[in-house]
């Protein structure tokens, strides 16, 4: 179906289709910690992102199989403004379409991508008759006087046409989703510019020695003579400070026109910088939510809830670095993009710990092509194994982590090299985490697993009560003070599994189920555990 553009005016104020009781997913907040709110409960995303040309009709037979593989409760997928906007004002919704039709078919949500005015840096979404006028719709100039192959943020006529593109899309969601399929939309994709730190074009300029605007000023606590301009206030950082404020501000004008047409969250998506040693501006994506510019952002674009890391690190300094500095009381952690195979699956669970409401492994479909630490592969039921092991524990207890995790309750830990030990510490208890140990014989030294995949969710549940899953790890509880002269005790046991977000009883653990500690191996298993004392 095709809605002339004439027509739009009157579609976008008549009475909602398709009107809907249940409440919107949302985001909220207590206490610095965040949950997504669908249904008006708690829900974890455990999701897997489709390829970037996977989101055509012809290539959904290979997306499906993926997401059931692996067990994902949502698919994150984008919508391309080239298909979408084919002429000017003439919106083409049936791929949307299939895809929601779809989607509640295999019973997953779905997070739609809108790759709009920036994909990477660049605009290569443009629809054809957008870039038959470059001048009208056009990249921005680097330091030298070239063009580079990035959006420029002073354009208003490519402003104007996203958000008029971007507020359509918003309006059919709302006329043809009442059940509320899509959880949240992606603002763009990964937006900023690479080989320049800003736009250096003579508008660019005009605005590089106006004043930065007061709200600037007044979000980052900062004072400067009235009229300040950019390098007066900001220095060494004002080229890369006022490309982020003007693509921020760009995007949450886009955002808050198609908030406006249906309340959907909406987030924005970062190609990050080193989160340890971050490199000199120039030397990654500029403009775009890096973790140094999240204030400006956030004032910048208030429109957008969420600012997300694309973790593509392999190494978990980094990676717990990232999601650290992404999980702040004003942004709720959401991991929309990660290497979703191998080893590094298990940050999943490391996500989960810093509060996270989702994470989405990207490439995650049987077209062609995959992302791998060492490059693009074909995905196969194999590698795609030790995701589906995470999202097969973890999956049906979703609501459950979201609940506690809101409320504070959750820790998880993962293996590293050379750490068979972790402590993480409940109050009058801790959990020790050992990796590499057998299943049976206390004496044991745990060396580590040969590989570090182990992982475990640990949730306090009551003064004395947890809640356990994970793979290929021990987990013992102590008093965590031991000078007490008191010992644990397992009272019970319990293993289950969650049916209709309920844990239903399996068996009681006991014997060489506990005598050497909790074990967990390959199986995905879950148990309740209450302590006591002697
Ligand atoms: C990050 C982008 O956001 C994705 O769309 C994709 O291009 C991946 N990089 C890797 O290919």
Redo the contacts with the bound molecule.
């Keep these: 179906m095709k809605i002339p553009s004439l027509l739009l005016g009157f579609v976008l104020s008549a009475p909602l289709a398709g009107a809907s009781t249940s409440p919107l997913p949302q985001i909220v907040h207590h206490d610095g910690r965040h949950a997504l709110l669908v249904d008006g409960r708690p829900y974890l995303i455990l999701g897997v992102q489709a390829g ?1 040309s996977s989101a055509w009709p012809a290539m959904l037979p290979k997306v499906w199989p993926a997401v059931e593989e692996v067990h994902a409760n949502t698919l994150e997928i984008p919508v391309y403004w080239e298909q979408f906007e084919p002429q000017p004002g003439h919106f083409d919704p049936s791929v949307v379409d299939q895809i929601l039709r779809e989607a509640r078919e295999h019973q997953v949500h779905l997070v739609l991508l809108w790759f709009g005015t920036w994909k ?1 840096g660049s605009s290569h979404y443009l629809p054809l008759w957008m870039k038959d006028e470059p001048d009208k719709y056009p990249r921005l100039t680097g330091k030298n006087g070239k063009k580079v192959d990035s959006p420029t943020p002073f354009a208003p006529a490519m402003l104007e046409a996203d958000t008029r593109a971007f507020r359509a899309l918003m309006h059919h969601l709302r006329e043809t989703d009442p059940q509320h399929t899509v959880l949240l939309v992606q603002v763009e ?2 937006p900023g510019a690479w080989d320049t730190i800003r736009d250096y074009s003579p508008t660019a300029e005009k605005f590089f020695q106006a004043a930065v605007p007061p709200e600037l000023l007044t979000a980052l606590g900062k004072s400067a003579p009235a009229g300040a301009n950019w390098p007066t206030v900001f220095g060494s950082d004002a080229d890369e400070y006022f490309h982020a404020w003007y693509v921020a501000h760009y995007i949450g004008q886009v955002a808050a026109a198609g908030k406006a047409e249906y309340a959907l969250p909406l987030y924005v ?1 970062a ?1 990050l910088r080193d989160p340890i040693n971050p490199p000199p501006a120039g030397n990654y994506e500029s403009g775009g939510p890096t973790d140094n510019v999240i204030p400006i952002w956030k004032a910048a674009a208030p429109a957008i809830d969420i600012l997300s890391p ?1 973790i593509y690190m392999a190494d978990g300094p980094r990676y717990q670095k990232v999601l650290e500095l992404y999980s702040r009381p004003d942004n709720p952690l959401f991991v929309p ?1 990660t290497i979703g195979m191998g080893p590094l699956t298990r940050y999943c669970f490391a996500a989960i710990g810093h509060g996270a409401i989702g994470w989405s492994p ?2 995650i479909d049987f077209t062609t092509y995959g ?1 791998t630490p060492s490059g693009g592969t074909r995905l196969t039921e194999e590698n795609l194994a030790p995701l589906a092991l995470d999202f097969r524990l973890l999956a049906p207890m979703g609501r459950e982590i979201a609940r506690l995790n809101y409320e504070g309750k959750v820790q998880c830990a993962v293996e590293e090299k050379g750490a068979p030990v972790q402590t993480l510490g409940f109050g009058s208890w801790k959990a020790v985490v050992s990796y590499g140990v057998p299943a049976f014989g206390m004496h044991k030294d745990p060396k580590g697993n040969p590989e570090p995949i182990g992982r475990v969710l640990i949730a306090q549940t009551g003064p004395n009560d947890f809640l356990v899953g994970g793979y290929f790890c021990r987990v013992d509880f102590q008093p965590a003070d031991s000078s007490a002269g008191r010992q644990r005790e397992y009272r019970r046991v319990t293993e289950g599994v969650y049916e209709n977000d309920a844990f239903r009883m399996l068996r009681i653990w006991n014997g060489d189920q506990t005598d050497y500690g909790l074990n967990f191996s390959s199986a995905p298993q879950v148990v309740q555990v209450q302590l006591g004392t002697y």
């Design positions: 970037n990477n994709n990964e998506n190609a694309d993009e990207f490439g992302a």
